[in-house]
């Protein structure tokens, strides 16, 4: 608070942290993965793409042909007094492609090549997305047992703190430097306390970012210590 003053030139009465509120993750494995299949937008963006290849593939088995019809009209008037003269024509074309068995064949074998291209993207991104938020599942999973080991380590400390302090309104020469020690150990618990809520926090915004919702199920409340 004395360094805060400091900087900003105002006294600060009272300050109360905030801690980040967020969205309860999916921690459900099931179904963290069947979400990240369905909806996340890497996934949906190359399905798309493999959709559309598919449509080619179908394209590529229809008939090569190129047609053309073209009408032609002509009007003409060359001497005066008499009937004007006209010309109607029509033009129909076919092209038939040399080797038109072979061109198909190509064809189609081109646009399976691409499908599968796609295809394989397709299961390498999901493949990598669905190991590393099982990864990060695992990791949300020990940050939460971490904190209740720190939550009890913290706990202990605290009372070490009391009972040194009682021996010390007794003894104060001889227990000076064990009332010291204890509060030196209850803030180090205090600092692996936070530390362990900030690494839940992080694997927390992780999941969320493969899922940004919860799925029916709550994880470890914060606990507060007085």
Do not use: W
């Not at 991104?125 to 695992?138: F, V």
């Amino acid at each position: 608070m004395g360094v805060l003053s400091l900087l900003t030139g105002s006294t600060i009465d009272h300050f109360n942290p905030a801690f980040p509120e967020l969205e309860t993750p999916c921690i459900d494995p099931a179904l963290l993965r069947a979400k990240i299949l369905d909806d996340h937008p890497q996934i949906q963006l190359l399905q798309s793409v493999v959709d559309e290849h598919l449509k080619l593939v179908e394209l590529a088995g229809e008939s090569h042909l190129k047609s053309n019809l073209a009408l032609f009209s002509n009007f003409s008037c060359d001497v005066p007094g008499t009937e004007p003269g006209y010309g109607l024509a029509m033009e129909f074309r076919v092209d038939f492609p040399g080797k038109l068995k072979q061109a198909k064949s190509a064809h189609r074998k081109s646009a399976r090549a691409a499908l599968k291209k796609v295809q394989r993207q397709l299961e390498s991104i999901s493949s990598h997305l669905l190991i590393d938020a099982q990864e990060t599942l695992n990791q949300f999973v020990f940050s939460e047992k971490n904190i209740d080991f720190s939550l009890r380590r913290l706990q202990a400390a605290q009372e070490r703190v009391r009972e040194s302090l009682l021996r010390y309104a007794y003894l104060p020469g001889d227990v000076l430097e064990k009332v010291q020690q204890a509060r030196f150990d209850y803030y180090m618990a205090a600092i692996a306390y936070i530390d362990a809520h900030a690494q839940k926090l992080q694997q927390s915004a992780k999941l969320l970012s493969y899922v940004p919702e919860s799925c029916g199920l709550n994880s470890t409340s914060i606990h507060h210590i007085n």
